[in-house]
């Protein structure tokens, strides 16, 4: 699970030539079936404004500058073009891997249940969802449907689209302020399956400051080294 990007895996090697011969770097950009299920539930409401379907791995700056931007997936598949600076406004970063989130101002972990963490015969019933927007580097707004797990980013895409009372929900927490905002949920689950969402935090973030920072492109697991 510590091994996010292709640095990572050739790092690893780098240590120990021994897993040269049992792990390969298969280059794949995949998508889950449950991730291709959030994205079919949004993809009705969001069509009309001739949305163009793109993996995360194929996001650049060029699209950043001219498009409005929709993340659906979970945390740990979230380009760093949009989670390292996401990140570093956040209340929140990613422990040891982002199936485990930690609040930046109290040290309170928020741990999925996710399946790939549990052992046999366990049934997850607990996971988190986050959802974020936030106005990217040149104007164009980015929305951060995502999770520490399936259920997560599920529920987080029905909140979006379908459960107009907990959005009113949502803005009164962050007293109206949609266009730059992050929130966590509590979701209960069984596997990919989310049944009800909690509400655990909501305020507004600013991004004002942080497109102007030169800061490496670091993984977002990584907890903060400076200012």
């Known amino acids: ?13 780098s240590i120990d030539p021994t897993f040269d011969h049992k792990l390969m770097d298969g280059n794949s950009h995949t998508v889950s079936s449950e991730s291709l299920e ?47 600076p996401l990140f570093q406004a956040s209340q929140f970063r990613c422990a040891e891997t982002c199936y485990e989130l930690v609040d930046k ?17 366990i049934i997850p019933r607990r996971d988190y969802g986050y ?28 909140l979006a689209t379908n459960d107009p009372v907990r959005l009113r929900e949502l803005g009164q927490r962050i007293g109206g302020k949609f266009g730059s ?27 004002s400051k942080v497109w102007d920072k030169t800061r490496p492109l670091g993984r977002l697991d990584a907890p903060p080294t400076g200012p």
């Open 38 to 84: 959030a994205i079919s539930a949004l993809w009705p409401v969001i069509r009309p404004f001739h949305a163009n379907p793109v993996s995360a791995s194929q996001l650049d700056a060029g699209t950043m500058k001219s498009s409005n931007i929709i993340y659906v997936g979970a945390i740990d598949g979230l380009t760093p073009l949009i989670g390292s």
């Open 105 to 121: 101002t109290n040290g309170k972990r928020f741990l999925s249940a996710s399946p790939y963490l549990l052992a046999d015969q």
């Open 181 to 207: 905002f992050e929130a966590l949920y509590q979701v209960r689950t069984m596997f990919s399956q989310s049944y009800q969402s909690t509400l655990l935090s909501a305020h507004p973030i600013d991004m």
């Open 1 to 13: 699970l510590s091994i996010n990007n292709p640095d990572d895996f050739y790092e690893r090697i």
């Open 131 to 158: 959802i974020a927007s936030f106005p990217g580097p040149s104007g164009k707004q980015i929305l951060v449907l995502s999770g520490t797990g399936e259920a997560g980013v599920m529920q987080m895409v029905n």
